[in-house]
């Protein structure tokens, strides 16, 4: 049993386990959470009410996300607008049919494209097109616009393997998959951690509370008389493995040829 006081009220709070207890109640929870919006009521107002800014551009400016925001004003008594779009209005040219349909249909342009014109949302354009009844592209045609998934040598990944291939997934072959299931490799991983106490090696960063841990082979896995030898074998995070075979690694640090 830990015994702490809450981080809001100051109530004595004892919680079981290991991790001791923040808070004596949601309540209490919630009252400090309040205080932790990086934007007060007045800022707030200013942005949607008067300026007119919608929840995704305040969600940019402050780094949040737009559902935050749209909970922010509703915590603070702001009042919402409704989501009722006038084509007659016309604040934005993507209101207007005829622009759309130019940077879409005749230039090209992608709905992504567009958005980021106007730093909205690439959803809030997909609506404009549909409110104007501008039919979309599918996916062949737009790869015929984009150039996508050419082949051969055209194709900017030909010939490219291993680490520099986009769907490397840090070796995880079949071959490698079976070796890390036997009881060999159990062992091995034992004494390591046992050994390196359950630290990284390069960090020092401990295997716990979510860090994710590695065992790295310093000379190559395809060395099989090595793979499951202790004195081969270093515990790292993944971060820190990351790097160790990365092209950052210029000095070569915990490999061996």
């Known amino acids: 049993m830990i015994t702490t006081r809450c981080e809001w009220c100051g109530k004595e709070v004892k ?4 991790k001791p207890g923040r808070f004596c109640s949601l309540d209490c929870k919630g009252e400090w959470q309040k205080t932790q919006k990086p934007v007060d009521r ?6 949607y009410i008067v300026e007119g800014l919608g929840t995704y551009q305040i969600a940019k400016m402050v780094n949040r996300n737009p559902k935050q925001v749209y909970l922010w004003l509703v915590g603070y008594g702001i009042e919402i607008r409704k989501r009722e779009w006038s084509t007659e209005s016309n604040t934005q040219p993507f209101h207007d049919r005829e622009w ?6 005749n230039k090209e342009l992608s709905a992504q494209e567009i958005a980021s ?14 409110r104007h009844d501008i039919d979309r592209r599918n996916v062949s045609e737009a790869r015929d616009i984009k ?3 050419l082949s051969g040598e055209d194709n900017p990944m030909f010939g490219k393997r291993g680490d520099k291939a986009s769907a490397w997934k840090g070796g995880c072959t079949p071959e490698r998959q079976a070796f890390y ?4 490799w159990a062992t091995a991983v034992k004494v390591v951690w046992k050994r390196d106490k359950g630290k990284c090696q390069r960090c020092g960063v401990k295997g716990e ?8 082979h310093v000379v190559s896995f395809t060395v099989k008389e090595l793979r499951a030898e202790p004195s081969n074998l270093v515990l790292l995070c993944a971060k820190c493995h990351h790097f160790v075979h990365s092209k950052k690694n210029v000095n070569r640090e915990l490999l061996k040829d």
Do not use: C, N
Not at 121 to 130: H, K, M, N, P, S
Not at 181 to 184: D, F, G, H, L, Q
Not at 209 to 216: F, K, R
């Open 181 to 184: 299931a036997t009881p060999e």
């Open 117 to 130: 014109q106007f730093s909205v949302t690439e959803g809030l354009i997909l609506f404009w097109l549909r």
């Open 15 to 18: 919680r079981g386990g290991s």
């Open 42 to 47: 007045d800022w707030l107002y200013q942005k």
């Open 100 to 105: 759309l349909y130019d940077q879409y249909i």
């Open 209 to 216: 509370y979510g860090v994710l841990m590695h065992i790295h």
């Open 147 to 149: 150039h996508w998934g």
